[in-house]
């Protein structure tokens, strides 16, 4: 190796590490000092992202469902959200359904990215009249709530 290369190399070398010096924020001046502050750098960088990583978690555990409700000539289109997956969920909505007299017309379910249902409720032979969009999303709520408690009890 001529003198020349290895003068190009050794350069090379110091302009990597005051490369890295610079974006650690390192005040090192000696390669080793500089290799151990980023190598502390990387680290901490692991411990934020770990810890941003477990809140975002538990915030979207304890995210509510988003519920909409329209009213229709002859039922309702019901939506239901939620950011986590929900294994056992489709069948408390679909027990609650029943429940308020309505049979599913159409449905979309989704559990892919989370927990997402649009559905058609119409009244099953009469046995839904007399009740209005604002309860039937009460009661859904209401059964996602009680889903949610006894799923958290498992």
């Known amino acids: 190796m001529s003198s020349s290369s290895r ?3 050794k350069s090379s070398v110091y302009q990597k590490l005051q490369q890295l010096r610079s974006v650690t924020n390192s005040t090192a001046v000696n390669k080793t000092s500089i290799i151990v502050d980023a190598s502390r750098y990387i680290s901490e ?24 409700v329209e009213t229709l000539e002859k039922g309702f289109l019901i939506n239901v959200f939620l950011e986590k997956n929900c294994p056992g969920l489709l069948v408390s909505v679909l027990e609650t359904f029943e429940e308020l007299g309505l049979d599913v017309l159409e449905a979309r379910v989704s559990c892919e990215d989370g927990f997402k249902l649009e559905a058609i409720g119409g009244e099953n032979q009469g046995n839904a009249e007399g009740i209005d969009a604002q309860m039937v999303k009460q009661v859904m709520m209401q059964a996602i709530r009680k889903w949610s408690e006894s799923s958290q009890d498992d």
């Open 7 to 9: 003068g190009r190399k």
């Open 45 to 68: 960088l692991k411990d934020k992202v770990d810890k941003l990583s477990q809140e975002t978690g538990t915030t979207s555990q304890n995210s509510m469902p988003m519920v909409t």
